[in-house]
């Protein structure tokens, strides 16, 4: 079975805080992606990479950056943490590649800035 | 921009019955689209993936159909059971390995 375990499922961090969630995934998959999932909003897209090294911003990048090193982590960075960034986090992970291949996600983080 | 809607936002039915949840989107250029169930508080779990080619995709008592040329895929629930209970959200995979999410329909089944 793919697994995608993120680091924490529970974070209390303060406000400017540098705050580091991160992602890893077991079946050598070539994209990952983050999302924060708000009442009302659904999940939004904050970064996914389809390599090593790349990145791409997604619909609401502002506040967070991301390293993907290896293959298999992915890291999301909130640089200075804020209340507004109270959300949970979710990582997803997929072959790259059309209409075979499905998404598949971890069990999320629950980030609570304070 | 891809856009998914589904409808309706929460559905309440008793136990045994079969129900249809709805997602409409936007721009028919998909590459497939995934239904999953989120239980509170944790992650998503994928229940099923139709290719853009494909009509419709059955597990056990689910089952999915694709329309991609009006934009709208249902998922069918048979015989729900309050285990069902969940929020189910649809995504569709478009352009460049993105996936677009709709809301959710929070589900209650009742004993």
């Known amino acids: 079975d793919v697994k995608v375990t993120q680091s924490s499922r529970y974070l209390v961090k303060r406000t400017g805080e540098k705050v580091f969630l991160e992602c890893v995934q077991d079946?050598?998959?070539?994209?990952m992606f983050w999302y924060r999932q708000d009442p009302g909003l659904g999940l939004r897209l904050i970064y996914f990479s389809y390599d090593v090294k790349m990145k791409e911003k997604g619909d609401i990048p502002e506040g967070y950056s991301v390293s993907r090193e290896k293959k298999e982590r992915f890291s999301l960075i909130l640089e200075s943490a804020s209340t507004n960034q109270t959300s949970m986090y979710l990582c997803a992970s997929s072959r790259r590649g059309g209409k075979f291949f499905e998404a598949f996600f971890g069990q999320g983080t629950r980030l609570t800035v304070v | 921009k891809q856009e998914v809607t589904q409808i309706p936002a929460a559905l309440s039915v008793p136990e045994g019955e079969n129900l249809v949840l709805n997602c409409s989107f936007t721009d028919s250029a998909i590459y497939n689209l995934q239904w999953f169930r989120q239980d509170p508080g944790k992650g998503l779990t994928s229940l099923l993936l139709?290719?853009?080619?494909?009509r419709e995709q059955t597990s056990g008592r689910l089952n999915a159909s694709l329309d991609k040329s009006s934009g709208r895929s249902t998922l069918y629930i048979a015989a729900s059971q309050p285990g069902d209970s969940a929020t189910y959200l649809c995504?569709?995979?478009?352009?460049?390995?993105?996936?677009?999410f709709g809301s959710g329909t929070k589900l209650n089944v009742k004993p």
């Open positions: 079946m050598d998959h070539e994209n």
């Open positions: 995504a569709v995979r478009g352009n460049f390995n993105k996936f677009y």
């Open positions: 139709i290719q853009s080619s494909q």
